[in-house]
């Protein structure tokens, strides 16, 4: 043994290449130890020769010779580059596995041969490599920024050292994206999804690829970007669902995979880039998002992520498609929250949202603890008078001002009823109800529109206007429409009309099988002022969807159902998260000062971090809060006997 071991010091000390050619034909015949010592002579080495036998028996060695190769794999670019092509599948395929291992883009191109190999594993593994080649990237480019943040300094060469840092990454995501280019051109040879999920990750760049207009690959990739779209739980494809929204061949996937997702990192990624709704094209795209199951406990999701991103919340909340009351609450529960940032910049929205419920939470936010966000919240409060003002002159025809041309005051009506608030949208409904008939036709018009858009702002705007009696045959007909968005924007708007024909098209909803249609129809029969029928509502006392279920427990609660005040126990030990929430919000908004100790309780021992805040608030604030109507007051007493 000590002979052998001197025999391969004498090789590694030698200069002839014939020392290597020894050491590589022995390689595969060789038993441990002297395998690893052979190794390590070649690995010091580093000829051609010996690189290239180190390839080609990589899978026979001990995984500490393994990860030595790997780590030096800086020297075996030439040598790789041989074994990709190599005769031998064995050889091959540790190549790829090599590179796979390496995280290191500049290896990438390799893979552009080994994707289109004849062998289907070689193929296999390719994909699988470029895939982990592309997580990588992100992974060093997020620790990268990170630690560059972190040693932010003023020093002239530290900011030169960020800056070639930056270069490396750049150009490792050029290595990255030419190679997934060349793959998605062979697509048709291999038909791996993780060729396409990879390329998913930088649809920016690669967005003539995948989106191509023409020709027999844009059905295979539609198919691909689908699938993978629809499974994936990747944040990484962040970017590419703000594009796919804009696409109608992977809108109605996107939309149902975005309204689906509840993960954090994914929407956390969708916030940090949501710079990139400055172009149009994405704004409209990302409007067509009107429902989020990631929001169903509202601000507590947004104050679960990092404050650098939750500043940016707020703008990338309203740039959506949700529901307005959706956006208003979620940005009226955001005022308190503990980030001081993110309130200026939930401000900053509410300024731009309209309605009551966005003045309602601006004169919150004129009372709040920074001078800033009072001055934000005065100022908008103090325009927006300004603008009522203007608007009830505009249309008060019986002072004294000219009046409107009948095909403008449907346009102007149209933009600017969501500005006003409810007193002021009623006083100007009266006056249209007795105004040109013009309107109400340009009205049925947008009810009865192609548009799904268009239908949603019609129904939001006879129902801010309380006009909704004017239009029963309308929403009959939307009741059964096939968005359900719309139909649910009926069921809310019918709770005005207290008549049998709105109550019979409300109990139809019950067999909706949107749940949001369900809850606001639940929520409109107990409005109803007459007629109201506990047993239609008491089967969802148990529904597996938390709005659904504490709309139903507060409906009954305002109508004294003994068994309501049971469920609303049950739902604030229920096991599911998302139920805790809407039963501490049913809580709140009910003002039932005799849960506080149970709300207290919650805020010490309940399992999630989340319901514990959210709790904590409720407990603080039902000392002092009132139910907000005579049917909630009514609701509180029920609940607390």
């Not at 041989?82 to 990438?108: D, G, K, M, P, Y």
């Not at 530290?158 to 062979?186: D, P, S």
């Not at 089967?539 to 709005?547: A, T, W």
Request: charge should be positive; glycine fraction near 4%; hydrophobic fraction near 45%.
């Amino acid at each position: 043994m000590p002979e052998r071991c001197a025999i391969y010091d004498l090789l590694r000390r030698s200069p002839l290449s014939a020392a290597d050619d020894a050491l590589a034909d022995a390689l595969p015949l060789l038993d441990e130890p002297y395998r690893t010592r052979a190794a390590d002579v070649l690995l010091a080495r580093a000829s051609q020769t010996g690189l290239l036998a180190l390839v080609s028996s990589f899978d026979q060695f001990r995984e500490a010779t393994r990860d030595e190769i790997v780590r030096q794999n800086s020297k075996f670019f030439a040598a790789l580059r041989v074994a990709v092509r190599s005769a031998r599948l064995e050889t091959r395929e540790n190549a790829v596995t090599i590179i796979h291992r390496a995280e290191n883009q500049r290896l990438a191109y390799l893979l552009s041969a080994a994707v289109n190999d004849a062998s289907a594993r070689i193929r296999q593994a390719a994909a699988t490599a470029l895939h982990a080649l592309a997580e990588a990237y992100y992974r060093t480019e997020e620790e990268t920024l990170s630690l560059l943040r972190d040693a932010a300094t003023d020093d002239a060469e530290a900011a030169l050292v960020g800056l070639r840092v930056m270069q490396i990454v750049h150009e490792e995501r050029k290595y990255l994206v030419q190679t997934l280019t060349e793959a998605l051109t062979n697509y048709g040879e291999h038909h791996h999804f993780e060729v396409v999920e990879a390329a998913m990750m930088f649809p920016l760049e690669l967005k003539s690829k995948l989106f191509e207009q023409a020709g027999q690959r844009r059905g295979m990739f539609t198919h691909a970007m689908n699938e993978v779209f629809a499974r994936s739980d990747s944040p990484r494809l962040a970017t590419f669902a703000y594009l796919a929204l804009t696409r109608p061949e992977t809108r109605n996937t996107a939309l149902k995979r975005i309204a689906s997702r509840e993960d954090p990192a994914f929407f956390a990624a969708m916030i940090d880039r949501s710079w990139l709704l400055k172009d149009a094209a994405l704004a409209r795209g990302w409007a067509h998002v009107r429902q989020l199951a990631w929001l169903v406990d509202g601000a507590e999701a947004i104050q679960d992520l990092p404050e650098a991103t939750q500043r940016r919340a707020p703008a990338w909340l309203m740039a959506s498609g949700l529901p307005a009351d959706l956006k208003q609450e979620v940005l009226t529960q955001l005022l308190s929250a503990p980030c001081r940032e993110t309130v200026r910049a939930t401000v900053w929205a509410l300024v731009g949202a309209s309605g009551q419920v966005s003045s309602l939470a601006l004169e919150r936010a004129a009372r709040h603890e920074d001078p800033e966000v009072r001055r934000i919240a005065a100022r908008a409060l103090q325009r927006r008078r300004t603008l009522h003002g203007a608007i009830r002159r505009r249309h008060a025809s019986e002072r004294g001002g000219a009046p409107t041309r009948p095909e403008q005051q449907f346009d102007d009506v149209w933009e600017c009823f969501e500005q006003l608030d409810a007193a002021d949208a009623a006083l100007l409904g009266q006056r249209l109800r007795a105004g040109p008939r013009s309107f109400l036709s340009r009205t049925t018009a947008m009810l009865l529109s192609k548009n799904s858009d268009q239908r949603g702002r019609a129904l939001r705007m006879i129902s801010s206007l309380r006009i909704v009696d004017l239009f029963i045959g309308e929403l009959a007909q939307l009741s059964t429409d096939e968005d359900g968005y719309v139909r649910s924007m009926v069921m809310t708007a019918l709770a005005q009309v207290a008549t049998g024909g709105s109550r019979r098209i409300l109990e139809r909803a019950m067999f909706d099988s949107d749940p949001r249609v369900i809850a606001n129809a639940i929520d409109a029969l107990a409005r109803l002022r007459d007629g109201f029928r506990p047993k239609v509502i008491t089967p969802f006392l148990d529904h597996g969807d938390n709005r659904v279920r504490a709309n139903a427990i507060r409906a009954l609660l305002m109508h004294r159902v003994p068994n309501a005040a049971e469920s609303l126990h049950r739902m604030l030990n229920d096991p599911r998260r998302a139920h805790r929430v809407s039963a501490l919000w049913l809580v709140d908004r009910l003002g039932i000062p005799q849960l506080a100790a149970r709300a207290e309780e919650m805020s010490r021992s309940d399992a999630d971090s989340s319901v514990r805040r959210l709790a904590s608030q409720v407990a603080r604030k039902l000392a002092s809060k009132a139910p907000n109507s005579p049917g909630e007051r009514a609701a509180s007493k029920e609940a607390a006997s």
